[in-house]
């Protein structure tokens, strides 16, 4: 293979990629938009997921952090 040949492919490599990473960004936003429009309409319910998901986390945590070297 040649060395124009292998930048083209790279090129072609990294345009394909930008395309997916624009997916994605747009998707991440449009589940941004929803999850605010769930909290601003749902905010108690909100609150108690988070609080739900902060308390699991800290469990694992402390878990991870409490453990003994053996």
């Given at each position: 293979?040649?060395?124009?040949?292998?930048?083209?492919?790279?090129?072609?490599?990294?345009?394909?990629?930008?395309?997916?990473?624009?997916?994605?960004?747009?998707?991440?936003?449009?589940?941004?938009?929803?999850?605010?429009?769930?909290?601003?309409?749902?905010?108690?319910?909100?609150?108690?997921?988070?609080?739900?998901?902060?308390?699991?986390?800290?469990?694992a945590l402390a878990?991870?952090?409490?453990?003994?070297?053996?």
């Amino acid at each position: 293979m040649k060395v124009q040949e292998v930048k083209e492919s790279v090129e072609k490599a990294a345009n394909e990629a930008k395309k997916e990473m624009a997916k994605v960004q747009k998707a991440l936003q449009d589940a941004g938009k929803k999850a605010e429009k769930y909290i601003e309409s749902n905010p108690k319910q909100a609150a108690a997921i988070s609080a739900g998901i902060g308390a699991a986390l800290g469990a694992a945590l402390a878990m991870l952090l409490g453990r003994k070297k053996k």
